[in-house]
């Protein structure tokens, strides 16, 4: 069974930086495209972030040139770096795992960014 476990979230003044981490385990890493996604409250959830079945990268538009994602392979992480954080960066961040050949999607718990003064 995949499992995914988020670390890194906490508070940051606007402008801060924080990294978060997912680590992968209960199957092979490389065949999983992998994404961070996030969720404020009294919205839906959203893409940040993700590996395209490709190895590209595909980001949301308000994280663009502030936010990278990275995988690395031979540790089963997927990283998050994010820059100038904003207030509305405020969110819940979920890591994602969907199978490249079965599309079965899996979630991390979730780990909670707040960016306030």
């Known amino acids: 069974q995949v499992q995914l476990v988020e670390s890194g979230g906490g508070l940051v003044q606007p402008g801060g930086s924080l990294r978060l981490s997912c680590v992968f385990s209960g199957d092979i890493f490389p065949i999983y495209v992998m994404g961070w996604y996030r969720q404020a409250p009294g919205k839906q959830r959203e893409l940040v972030a993700a590996?395209?079945?490709?190895?590209?990268?595909n980001y949301a538009d308000s994280v663009k040139g502030r936010f990278t994602i990275s995988r690395d392979n031979a540790k089963n992480t997927v990283d998050l770096q994010m820059n100038s954080l904003k207030p509305e960066d405020t969110a819940v961040y979920y890591c994602?795992?969907?199978?490249?050949?079965?599309?079965?999607?899996?979630w991390g718990q979730g780990t909670q960014v707040t960016v306030s003064s």
């Open positions: 590996f395209t079945s490709g190895s590209r990268t």
């Open positions: 994602n795992a969907v199978h490249k050949v079965l599309n079965g999607a899996y």
